[in-house]
DNA sequence: TCCGCCGATTTGATCGATCAAATCTTTGCT
DNA sequence: AGCAAAGATTTGATCGATCAAATCGGCGGA
């Protein structure tokens, strides 16, 4: 037979009727155990696989889940989003959901995009990523029941107001952690390198570090910089530290860039052990032997995936109304300790 | 009207027949010019998108390729892969495609899942990264028949007889360009940190360096190293090469992870301005100021849509047979050029 | 004036699956 | 044994679009 085989074939094969054999693939439990593995062999002696499209067409579902992928990525954290996804896309697998992926220009051409691609039950549900102060995107497509969960927390009370499914990594209490560590290890000044206020990640972040440094708000503020991202500007702002009367003996950082300068500028002023730590454990903070704050992606994916689709299956959840169960879910990252030096620059002959 | 408006609404209200609806979008050319806008107006008027798993189901195409994101790779060179499906999306999108993007854990489970997603209409064809020596890919696809085509060459005479479609960066000819620009400016002795051999890729970037470094074998021998990829590896490399009673006065490295290794080498050396090239200019390299290599991941993808779809449309070419035009393309890297101490380490007070 | 041709448009059938309701089987209880 | 309820299976209709073939309308030529 050229063709692929369908279910009438299948039928016909096993001596039953086509709903029979749609039986056996969606509700089990229904068939007569005798008659399900007959048509479970016909199955698979005839390789017949269920048209994908056909079944789209009749239940109005996709098992689809759409994640717009950013193009701006000079930052070497750009590479979160990336793990982000290759994790998404092996937990979808598992569950047998596919994924698929787009781009837009701003927020509006992403919106009409995920309209288009829910239209034509391409789509069944969304990720948005990297939420922002007043993201436009929740309300609307709350507003149009478009089914969706976020990573990334509502950053102001009009977006919270606004009942809807996020998950987002406890950035506050994973450098929290981070510098309760170092204060353990015998840290006694801990400077903090972040980024300029207003980005209600890099605050959150910042806020971890001020509930466990220790020191007054004057020293506090003497310990703190804050800068754009970039390996460069961590560089300069952790050679202000080092130059203070009296620096910092371990520094956080908000990002693996500004950390990446911060263990350059230590190891440029001649402290080579200082314990720098960075955020998101990106591969060149493997690479360069960083300590760094991992965040979970793992379980950010599966508790996306659990929002969505409830514990287990493929059938999405319509968005919540406004007197459920909880919605949301803030995971803890967890601090990875690698060895200041693992450059092995000290061994090198003629150094 | 609660539900979505489809082909029959539109035909309504503009009085005509489902068909002629479908002509106007489908072969505009063979409806008359008042009609094709009385019909478009009344697309408009209601909103009307065609559903896409309807059309699928019909005409057994899905305008969707599909790609395998690869699990997480520890070098910072990964990076080239999601620039590479980010660019991919993007000119998709141009050209009215959809991308699906989807993980395997070896290349069975990725020829196993490729069949499944064929098999359902989820997607017309893929597009293949990272080829390697003897890949049972482009073998097993070519004789089932799915549309694909490769990023990266036929790296074995094996595979190159397999008749397909493929577009690679010439890294040979990228690398040669780089070390001969270095000689222009000065360098006399350019030396090479490559991967050990038997990588296609490797291998050939390191053609490119002996083609252009204009000295003999010995000292060849003597001013290259191969190493495994990672910093730390380009760095005690590096190190090696700066040891040397007649050191290079110029390094060329096959990845940005030991150009950056030898970087830092180089600094800690006390040779901050020894002309350090990468290569793939990953995020990475902009930020510490790396000159890097350039694969033209626009023309790339450009390229291999072409290839696949012909020079507009979305409608899959079968794969070629093993008689017609050229259904491989050679495209040439370009070399980024910064400035060494770019970090501004020695701008910084105290130093 | 009538016929035939050609381009524009319409009608009937189909893609492959699931839903809803009808029909046939078995089970359980008196 | 008889009969209803529960269980298993089948039949007819449908999802929304396109394909293939039939129909309609206008125009030129005999």
Chains 1, 2 share one sequence.
Not at 180 to 185: A, C, F, I, M, S
Request: with cysteine.
């Amino acid at each position: 037979m050229s063709r692929m085989p369908t279910v009438d074939d299948v039928a016909q094969a096993a001596g039953v009727s086509r709903q029979t054999v749609s039986n056996v693939l969606n509700s089990p439990e229904i068939v007569r155990e005798a008659t399900r593995q007959r048509v479970l062999e016909a199955i698979s002696r005839l390789g017949y696989r269920p048209h994908a499209s056909a079944r789209r067409l009749r239940t109005r579902k996709s098992a689809t889940i759409g994640v717009r992928i950013d193009p701006w990525r000079d930052g070497i954290s750009g590479a979160v989003l990336d793990r982000f996804l290759h994790k998404l896309t092996e937990h979808a697998d598992a569950r047998g959901l596919r994924v698929m992926v787009f781009s837009a220009a701003d927020p509006d051409d992403e919106l009409a995009r995920i309209r288009r691609l829910r239209e034509g039950s391409d789509v069944d549900a969304f990720v948005l990523t990297a939420t922002t102060h007043g993201d436009e995107r929740i309300r609307a497509l709350t507003e149009q029941g478009v089914p969706f969960v976020a990573f990334g927390r509502p950053w102001d009370p009009e977006t919270s107001a606004v009942r809807h499914r996020w998950v987002d990594v406890d950035g506050r209490a994973g450098v929290a952690g981070a510098v309760r560590h170092l204060r353990e290890q015998g840290a006694r000044r801990v400077g903090w390198i972040g980024w300029p206020h207003g980005s209600g990640t890099g605050d959150e972040r910042r806020a971890g570090w001020e509930a466990e440094c220790g020191v007054d708000a004057d020293a506090r503020a003497a310990l703190a910089r804050h800068v754009e991202d970039g390996v460069t500007e961590g560089s300069r702002a952790a050679a202000e530290l080092l130059a203070l009367p009296e620096p910092p003996d371990a520094i956080v950082c908000a990002s693996d860039s500004l950390a990446l300068g911060a263990m350059i500028a230590a190891r440029t002023a001649g402290r080579p052990a200082l314990p720098v730590v960075g955020f998101d454990d990106t591969p060149v903070a493997a690479a360069v032997g960083l300590s760094s704050i991992e965040q979970p992606l793992d379980d950010v994916v599966a508790a996306a995936l659990d929002l969505l689709f409830g514990p287990a299956g493929d059938d999405v959840r319509p968005n919540p109304s406004s007197d459920e169960e909880p919605t949301d879910r803030l995971l803890a990252p967890r601090l990875v300790e690698r060895r200041p030096g693992h450059l092995a620059l000290d061994a090198i002959p003629g150094t």
